[in-house]
T-cell receptor, first 113, second 114 residues
Framework: RKEVEQDPGPFNVPEGATVAFNCTYSNSASQSFFWYRQDCRKEPKLLMSVYSSGNEDGRFTAQLNRASQYISLLIRDSKLSDSATYLCVVNKGGYSSASKIIFGSGTRLSIRP | NAGVTQTPKFQVLKTGQSMTLQCAQDMNHNSMYWYRQDPGMGLRLIYYSASEGTTDKGEVPNGYNVSRLNKREFSLRLESAAPSQTSVYFC?????????????FGPGTRLLVL
């Protein structure tokens, strides 16, 4: 079983729709959680960190469920420019935590006009 | 600020050839990383450098070596390239390598080994 699992998609939704992705992680001691966005043939860029209480940034909402070991990303009123691959990232923490960052393989989102 | 820069952008090698991928950051970050990204797989850590003067193996270090030349630069060397090393390579940096820090990525190097 992968340490971080995501549905690869693609999710193909119309502009203006609401779309949600989940990501599950296997290590219950994981400390930090993030969503990164990666455009086609580009580098990943941080979209948002995920906090225990949940957090919102404009049209994007991220939530963490430690009991069930998953994080989610909700995109409201989707735009064509939201088309990208969304990477779930988990940091297991601990000593030398730089080596404990695990990337999911990503969920592809395509927004159609 | 240029952020994280990588050279070259593209490279084609024959099996057995060697090459060095260069990475530099101008954000005064302490920690730097090399990842590879293959289709259907997440980014996998090859090597990282928590601070100047230190390097450590990541998940997939075999066939690679690294040098943290100074605080700004972190290079990745393939001594004898193999087709299995065909991939997209990303360099990244973060301020101190802490749990909750953002990683900043370079634009990537696309490597094809024939």
């Amino acid at each position: 079983r992968k340490e971080v699992e995501q549905d690869p998609g693609p999710f193909n939704v119309p502009e203006g729709a609401t779309v949600a992705f989940n990501c599950t992680y296997s290590n219950s001691a994981s400390q930090s959680f993030f969503w990164y966005r990666q455009d086609c043939r580009k580098e990943p860029k941080l979209l948002m960190s995920v906090y225990s209480s949940g957090n919102e940034d404009g049209r994007f909402t991220a939530q963490l469920n430690r009991a069930s070991q998953y994080i989610s990303l909700l995109i409201r009123d989707s735009k064509l420019s939201d088309s990208a691959t969304y990477l779930c990232v988990v940091n297991k923490g601990g000593y030398s935590s730089a080596s404990k960052i695990i990337f999911g393989s990503g969920t592809r989102l395509s927004i159609r006009p | 600020n240029a952020g994280v820069t990588q050279t070259p952008k593209f490279q084609v090698l024959k099996t057995g050839q060697s090459m060095t991928l260069q990475c530099a950051q101008d954000m005064n970050h302490n920690s730097m990383y090399w990842y590879r990204q293959d289709p259907g797989m997440g980014l996998r850590l090859i090597y990282y450098s928590a601070s100047e003067g230190t390097t450590d193996k990541g998940e997939v270090p075999n066939g690679y070596n690294v040098s943290r030349l100074n605080k700004r630069e972190f290079s990745l060397r393939l001594e004898s390239a193999a087709p299995s090393q065909t991939s997209v390579y990303f360099c990244a940096s973060s301020l101190r390598g802490g749990d909750s820090e953002t990683q900043y990525f370079g634009p990537g190097t696309r490597l094809l080994v024939l």
